[in-house]
Every structure is written in C-alpha cells, then in structure tokens.
C-alpha cells in the first residue's frame, strides 16, 4: 500500500540523520512521497544534502523562518519545482543556551522573542506560504513535546513556546479546515536529537522517562514517522486541530512512578 503515492510534501527543518524530521521523511518516502527538504543554517547543508541524495530528493534549500523574505524565496523555488503541494512538515524549534539551563524566570527579553518566532510563529508563517500551494487541500503537521503543557526541568522558554505552538494548530485547523486543510501536532517523547542536546540533564531526562512510562522504554524517530505518516494520509482524513502523543504513554501518568516502588 502507497498511502502517499502522487503526494508532494516539504519538509522544514532536517538536521542530520537522529532528526524527527529525517524519520518522517524515511516513512513519507516509503509510501511514495515526492520530497522536498529545507535547513535552518548553513553548517547543516553538508548533512541534509547526502540524506536528500539518499531518498533521490532533488530539492534541497536553506529557510530562514525568522525572514519573510528566504520563507518567501523558498516557496516560490517550492512553486516552481513541484507545482502544488499536500503536505508541510513543520520540525523547527530554537532556544537560546542560556535561557534553558538557568531559572525560567531568568529569561532574557530577547530569549523569549526568539524562541517564540523560532518555534511558534515560524509555523503560522510557513502555513500561510504552504496553504497557497495547496490546491487541493493538504495536511500541516508540527512538533511539539508535552513540556507545552507540564512544567519540565530545564524546558523553560521552549515550554512556553511549544503551548503557543500548540494553540497555534488549533487555531490554524479553525482557519484553513473549509479549504480542506488539515492541521495537527505530534507530541513525541525525548528523542535524541541534536535540538535535545542544547537541554540540560536531557540524558538524565532520557533515563527517567524510560523507567516510568507505561511501555518502561522511550521512543523514536521510526514510531514518530509512522505517526506523521497516519496523521498525513487519508487514514486520519477526519482528524485536524489535535496533539497525538507519541510518548510510550508517558503523558497518561498522574504519579510517574514506576509501581516497584510503591512496594
């Protein structure tokens, strides 16, 4: 079964190959999915060029999400290349060193902007452009992390930016739902990436969080990416505006505690 044969989806913000984003383009590939990529900075090209080679995805370019102008330049090239699209990947998130490994209360004016228009805004900015392309109504899908909605050491700032990225969703399924565009969120469990490297103790956080969910294990990029690929085809074709938790179950505990311990 092809679930995304004749399919065209962009996909933002592939790092290298531990990204979430890299485990939805492999799924999204194997069901017959065009591709196209886009990076966040320079340093990531000689990364996300050889695994775009390694799906034969031929479009392959750099966004600035925080200038109009490159989101701008980027789906006009998008345009040109592919024509119309179906479905837009949204894996970009971003927070300053320093405004996660100190106190929440401590962070920087400048800190919170950027987190925000990194993380929560650059998803209405790239729907606009996406939407546009969708001639035939499509599927938005972003990440989030259940620290949008629970206080998690260190998350800090990004916390914050995910529930603004949370009601975002909601808020753009409510807009773009009669143009027949769906939009939804995947909240994963800690994977580890190289955006989790930048948070404190994540290791810790890691261990932690495998001994307690209801599976006693995390999970990763391969379940994340058959999620997306659910969520993107006609199999959830009556689901938008909703946060599917791809997290081993951990986000179901109201004492997470493993119960040996109780004993």
């Not at 102008?69 to 980027?74: A, N, P, Q, S, T």
């Not at 599927?139 to 998350?155: C, F, S, V």
């Not at 999970?219 to 081993?248: F, I, P």
Request: some cysteine; glycine content about 10%; overall charge negative.
């Amino acid at each position: 079964m092809n679930l995304l044969q004749g399919k065209k989806a962009l996909i933002f913000g592939l790092a290298n190959k531990n990204s979430i984003a890299w485990g939805i383009a492999q799924a999204f590939h194997q069901q017959g999915a065009t591709l196209g990529f886009s990076y966040g900075i320079p340093q990531l090209e000689r990364r996300v060029r050889p695994l775009a080679e390694s799906l034969e995805v031929d479009f392959v370019e750099k966004c600035d999400v925080t200038s109009d102008e490159e989101i701008d330049l980027v789906f006009d090239k998008a345009a040109g290349h592919l024509g119309s699209i179906d479905i837009l990947v949204h894996a970009v998130a971003f927070a300053k060193q320093d405004d996660l490994s100190g106190r929440f209360v401590n962070t920087s004016r400048d800190g919170f902007s950027m987190a925000l228009d990194i993380s929560a805004f650059s998803l209405v900015a790239l729907s606009k452009r996406a939407s546009g392309l969708m001639t035939d109504g499509g599927n938005i899908l972003t990440m989030t992390y259940y620290g949008a909605e629970k206080a998690i050491p260190h998350y800090n700032v990004m916390g914050v930016a995910k529930a603004a990225l949370e009601a975002s969703v909601r808020y753009l399924a409510m807009d773009l739902g009669p143009d027949g565009i769906r939009v939804n969120a995947i909240s994963a469990g800690p994977i580890k990436t190289l955006a989790a490297a930048g948070i404190a103790g994540f290791r810790k956080m890691l261990h932690y969080t495998s001994e307690r969910t209801p599976l006693r294990r995390n999970v990763d990029q391969v379940e994340v990416g058959k999620t997306a690929l659910w969520l993107c085809s006609d199999l959830a074709s009556g689901v938008t505006g909703e946060v599917v938790y791809v997290d081993a179950g951990y986000h179901i505990l109201g004492m997470p505690e493993p119960p040996e311990h109780w004993e």
